[in-house]
C-alpha cells in the first residue's frame, strides 16, 4: 500500500535556508562578535574585525577589513577595500573553500604588505613552508578563529590567546556567527492513520525532489497505537542518534542519503502493530552551504 503525503512546508523550510545562505552573502553588517574581536600582533598590537562593521566570514571567503591604530586597515578581500573593489590590479583574498573554517589566502595591509593565513600561501605569491613552519588560521564549530597569520614584518598574528596558552594575562579571541560545516533543517509530519487497529509494517520511505551534490535527505520513524503519542523519533539503532537513508534492501544510514526516488528501508519491527506513524526528514546542505536539497513529495510504503 502506498500512501503520498505532500508537505509545502518543506519548500518553505527549504526556502528560509536558502535566504539564510544567500544573506551570509550579500548582507552588509559584520558577523564578528562585538565583545570577541581582536588578534594580537607583537609589533603592532590590537588588530580589530568589528569595529569596520564589514568583516564578514562566507562560505567560500571573508569580506571586509580589520583595524589597527598602528598600521591601518587589513584588508581581506580585494573587493571590498576601503577604496572599493581593486581586484582588477591585484586578485587576493582570504578563504574558506572548503566551507570548513580552514582559511587560506592572504590579506593585504599598506605598510606591512602581504599576510599569510596558510603555510601553502606564505608569500602570497605561490610560495609553500608547511614543511618549516605548519601553521594556518581556523574556525572551530563554536565560531572561533584559532592558530596563526604570519607577515614578514609582524611576525606571527595571533587570533586566539589559547594559541600560547597565554589567555590568563590577556583574554583576547576573535568569533563569527557563521558556523563551518552543513546547514541543517528538520520536519516532523502530523499524524498518519494507517487505519489498521492491528498495526501496520512500513516497508519503505522514497521521496520526490531534487538532491544535488553534497545535500542529504534522511528520515527517522515513530509509531504509536494512539494519537497521543508518545512520539519518540528512531533511527536504524533504535534511538533517535541515527538516520535511515540507506537504499533498499538495506536498512541502514547513508551518508548523503540514498536520493529521490530511491525506496529507503526501515525497521520492519518499529512498526509492527502500531495504527499511527509520523516521520522526521532532515535536511542537509552541502558542506560550502551553497547547495539545499528540495523535497516536493513523501510516499510511505507499508503492509498490514
Not at 6 to 24: H, Q
Request: glycine residues 10%; contains cysteine.
Amino acid at each position: 500500500m502506498r500512501r503520498h503525503y505532500k508537505y509545502y512546508g518543506l519548500i518553505a523550510l527549504l526556502i528560509l535556508v536558502l535566504l539564510a545562505v544567500f544573506t551570509a552573502e550579500i548582507k552588509a553588517d559584520t558577523d564578528i562578535d562585538a565583545t570577541d574581536r581582536y588578534a594580537w600582533s607583537d609589533v603592532s598590537g590590537w588588530w580589530d574585525f568589528y569595529t569596520t562593521n564589514n568583516v564578514e566570514v562566507g562560505t567560500s571567503t571573508l569580506r571586509g577589513y580589520a583595524y589597527s591604530p598602528a598600521i591601518g586597515e587589513i584588508v581581506l578581500n580585494c573587493a571590498t577595500t576601503p577604496n572599493g573593489d581593486i581586484c582588477s590590479d591585484s586578485n587576493f583574498k582570504v578563504t574558506n573553500t572548503d566551507g570548513g573554517g580552514n582559511l587560506s589566502g592572504c590579506a593585504w595591509n599598506d605598510i606591512i604588505g602581504w599576510i599569510s593565513f596558510d603555510c601553502a600561501d606564505y608569500n602570497c605569491q605561490g610560495g609553500n613552508i608547511c614543511t618549516e613552519s605548519n601553521y594556518q588560521v581556523t574556525i572551530d564549530a563554536d565560531g572561533y578563529f584559532n592558530g596563526y597569520a604570519w607577515n614578514d614584518v609582524e611576525g606571527w598574528i595571533s587570533f586566539n590567546c589559547s594559541n600560547n596558552s597565554g589567555c590568563s594575562a590577556s583574554d583576547y579571541k576573535v568569533r563569527t556567527n557563521w558556523r563551518p560545516g552543513r546547514m541543517t533543517g528538520y520536519l516532523e509530519s502530523s499524524i498518519i492513520d494507517t487505519q489498521r487497529e492491528g498495526g501496520a509494517t512500513l516497508q519503505s520511505i522514497i521521496w520526490q525532489g531534487t538532491q544535488p551534490s553534497g545535500t542529504s535527505v534522511d528520515f527517522q520513524i515513530a509509531a504509536a497505537t494512539s494519537t497521543a503519542g508518545p512520539w519518540n523519533y528512531k533511527g536504524p539503532d533504535g534511538t533517535g542518534s541515527t538516520w535511515y537513508g540507506a537504499e533498499c534492501p538495506v536498512v541502514g544510514t547513508s551518508d548523503p542519503g540514498a536520493g529521490p526516488d530511491k525506496a529507503i528501508c526501515v525497521d520492519k519491527t518499529l512498526t509492527s502493530d502500531n495504527q499511527y506513524l509520523r516521520y522526521k526528514v532532515r535536511l542537509q546542505s552541502n558542506l560550502a552551504q551553497s547547495q539545499t536539497p528540495v523535497v516536493e513529495d513523501i510516499v510511505l510504503n507499508w503492509s498490514e
